[in-house]
């Protein structure tokens, strides 16, 4: 139990990192990154010659304000609910090998109400599951096996809430990655209408690179995005079944050991 105290700690230390550390870390690196190359900026303005940006200071200006910000909001969504699901749907903490070795040790030696304490204060998903399993292990196996059924469907049901944010943020970014293409190139088109003669290239080159960087950073965080929501859709699957199973087990084994004269 001390242990798995300690693995939430961990996990809840770890979302809180990935939820505020990782913008404020990216944010100080690219302000730290970028000084040098604002200053060569300046100089190069100085001698008249052509301005020089570094490749995040035209990403920034390519997507402007709008799309920056939006697109940092939903990577760093990802990022933290990434870390809050992978630790959340780790086996270990949802099917705890020490609670299963304990709850059997306790039913073989026919301590029952001792076994129906153990789970009812445990906050695991197996838990749940086995205390609602026993408060209708009266009615026999069937019942207590419909009554596991529907909280295991409960608890599964709020993991799936939480991973459909995951696909959300996999589909919306490449929406917006999409606006952004249209607006660029609508940008570009204004200027060549606009323009009395033929415009010149670094006319059109704000529009296109508008066009350009939101598709590509659409992209960056719609492709980890999807690939994310399938090992984690994967990985409750794989626990919902091993809680169905060991349940079963433990809840037959109980009934045969009350059965026992």
Not at 17 to 44: H, K, R, S
Not at 167 to 193: D, P, R, W
Not at 233 to 244: A, D, G, P, W
Request: aromatic residues 8%; charged residues 15%.
């Amino acid at each position: 139990m001390k242990q798995r105290s300690l693995l939430n700690w961990i996990a809840a230390a770890l979302y809180l990192v990935a939820m505020y550390g990782v913008p404020a870390g990216t944010f100080a690196i690219a302000v730290a990154g970028d000084t040098p190359v604002v200053m060569a900026q300046d100089d190069a303005a100085d001698d008249g010659g052509a301005k020089k940006e570094s490749i995040l200071m035209w990403t920034y200006h390519s997507l402007g304000p709008l799309y920056s910000f939006v697109f940092l909001g939903i990577s760093f969504a990802l990022v933290a609910l990434g870390f809050k699901y992978i630790l959340a749907l780790r086996v270990s903490s949802n099917v705890p090998e020490d609670l299963k070795n304990q709850f059997e040790e306790l039913v073989t030696n026919r301590q029952f109400s001792e076994a129906y304490e153990l789970v009812k204060e445990d906050d695991t998903y197996l838990g749940k599951v086995l205390a609602a399993g026993m408060a209708k292990v009266a009615s026999g196996m069937d019942k207590s096996v419909a009554a596991m059924q529907e909280t295991s469907d409960d608890i599964s049901m709020s993991y799936e809430q939480g991973l459909s944010y995951v696909g959300l943020i996999a589909s919306t970014s490449t929406s917006v990655g999409l606006l952004g293409t249209v607006n660029g190139m609508i940008m570009s088109f204004q200027v060549i209408a606009n323009a009395t003669a033929a415009p010149k290239p670094n006319e059109l080159a704000g529009g296109i690179s508008t066009a350009m960087f939101t598709t590509m950073v659409g992209l960056i965080v719609s492709i980890p995005a999807v690939c994310l929501y399938q090992v984690l859709r994967n990985k409750l699957t794989r626990t919902v079944f091993e809680v169905s199973s060991i349940s079963e087990d433990l809840i037959g084994k109980l009934l045969a050991a009350a059965s026992k004269k």
